[in-house]
């Protein structure tokens, strides 16, 4: 049984910059959901994907995106880069309803 | 954010002793769950507790489920040297993305 996997493990972007992370859930899951985690915090939710589709948002501005593909994995994507959007970003994978979300080891994103 | 309020923050102990944190909430939660989370990884599920008042163990970890249902707490017993590391509590509600709301965390430190 494959965990889930991101992609890149860390990256490094200009204000202003857009970014794209990827995600690969666990075989079986079918839902993602993304969270955003700053330096000695806990991780905050910005949003889930089932079926392809949004199914609940955190509190997150709308330049920040994603996408769920047929196979399951999922993109998150951000525009108009903040200093302050620097932080890791973890992928869950998950079956839908209550439990545990299982997740991956987090893309580093540092925006200077 | 919301944010669960997790004590204590940090911990200092000696190999072999108790550990006990606790994590409290103003809001119900229908799913407790505890992850630790190593620097450089991303969170690892420990224990899941879906039914107040449930006690759960997991080896040498053992978790509650409070019966108001706005608290848990997480104790492992005869520490070792592999369970150093962040500790997170987790609350999940039942309605819609049933997305985790995160404490701020536990940092475990073991003198050998």
């Known amino acids: 049984e494959t965990g889930v996997t991101q992609s890149p493990t860390h990256l490094i972007k200009t204000r202003g910059q857009q970014v794209t992370l990827r995600c690969s859930s666990q075989s079986g899951h079918n839902t993602v959901s993304w969270y955003q985690q700053a330096l000695g915090q806990g991780p905050q939710f910005i949003f889930q994907?089932?079926?392809?589709?949004?199914?609940g948002r955190g509190n997150f501005p709308p330049r920040f995106s994603g996408l769920q593909f047929p196979n399951y994995s999922s993109e998150l994507n951000v525009n108009a880069l903040e200093l302050d959007d620097s932080a890791l970003y973890l992928c869950?994978?998950?079956?839908?309803?209550?439990?545990?979300?299982?997740f991956g080891p987090g893309t580093r994103l540092t925006v200077l | 954010g919301q944010q669960l309020n997790q004590s204590p923050q940090s911990m200092f102990i000696q190999e072999g002793e108790d550990v006990s944190m606790n994590c409290t909430s103003s809001?119900?939660?229908?799913?407790w769950l505890w992850y630790k989370q190593d620097p450089g990884e991303g969170p690892v599920l420990l224990i899941a507790?879906?039914?107040?008042?449930e006690l759960t163990s997991n080896g040498r970890l053992t978790a509650q489920f409070g019966i108001t249902r706005k608290d848990s707490f997480l104790n492992i017993s005869a520490s070792i040297p592999s369970d150093v590391g962040i500790y997170f509590c987790?609350?999940?509600?039942?309605?819609?993305?049933?997305?985790?709301?995160f404490g701020q965390g536990t940092r475990l430190t073991i003198n050998p």
């Open positions: 809001s119900i939660f229908n799913t």
């Open positions: 987790a609350g999940q509600g039942i309605q819609g993305a049933q997305k985790l709301v």
């Open positions: 994907y089932y079926r392809e589709e949004e199914n």
């Open positions: 507790l879906y039914k107040a008042g």
């Open positions: 869950a994978s998950s079956l839908p309803g209550p439990g545990g979300q299982f």
